[in-house]
């Protein structure tokens, strides 16, 4: 009876730890899309030496890229997210978990053959992919909360400048910039 009494409490203990631990795992819902957003702005430059400005209303200058819409993909899924996780999640970032934001930016070199022949056939040169990582939460990490987050892919792409037969001289080699943010990655996480 002793060892039968024994064991029960080894099992009753047994399940209190085992508790404890599923209680440090979160169970996370996803909901998101991944989506595409154009934006192009532009910028003349004077030359410093000649006082020229370098096409003001832009209307000889042809764009080859015409990008607009927006695209989406969702999707559901869900993972588990265990406390340690997050510990581990929190110190690596820095605990910037205190600020109830985390932002990453990574600074990628982004170089594809067919943004060389883009380059070479229209002047165009899209190089730099920089993506944008901010995630944030509201509340504790308690069943309830939910957490936000975003991926924003920024590409800024340089013209070339009008070759010296044109007669112009330009103080700096960028004609004309544009910034084309794209490839926004958007999802809720709900703690389950």
């Known amino acids: 009876m002793k060892k039968i009494s024994a064991l029960l409490l080894v099992i ?9 631990e599923t209680d440090r795992s979160f169970h996370l819902s996803f909901e998101g899309g991944i989506g595409s957003a154009l934006n192009f702005y532009a910028s003349h430059k004077t030359d410093t030496m000649t006082g020229y400005t370098d096409n003001p209303d832009f209307t000889n ?4 890229i015409n990008l607009s819409g927006l695209y989406s ?3 559901n899924f869900q993972i588990t997210l265990t406390a340690a996780d997050l510990f581990n ?3 690596s970032s820095g605990g ?3 600020l109830n934001t985390i932002q990453l930016y990574p600074s990628i070199r982004y170089d594809l053959p067919f ?3 883009l380059f070479l056939e229209t002047g165009w040169g899209f190089a730099l992919l920089i993506p944008s990582t901010q995630l944030s939460y509201n509340g504790s990490l308690e069943p309830g909360s939910t957490f936000q987050a975003s991926v924003i892919y920024r ?3 340089i013209k070339k400048p009008l070759l010296p037969e044109a007669g112009f001289r330009f103080s700096r080699t960028e004609l004309l910039s544009s910034e084309i943010t794209s490839l926004i990655l958007f999802f809720n996480i709900y703690l389950k």
Do not use: H, Q
């Not at 200058?61 to 080859?64: A, D, E, N």
């Open 12 to 20: 009753i203990i047994a399940a209190a730890s085992w508790g404890e």
């Open 61 to 64: 200058i042809p764009l080859y």
């Open 73 to 75: 993909l969702y999707s």
């Open 89 to 91: 999640f929190y110190t």
């Open 96 to 98: 910037n978990l205190m």
């Open 115 to 117: 943004m060389e022949e």
């Open 155 to 157: 590409f800024t792409g």
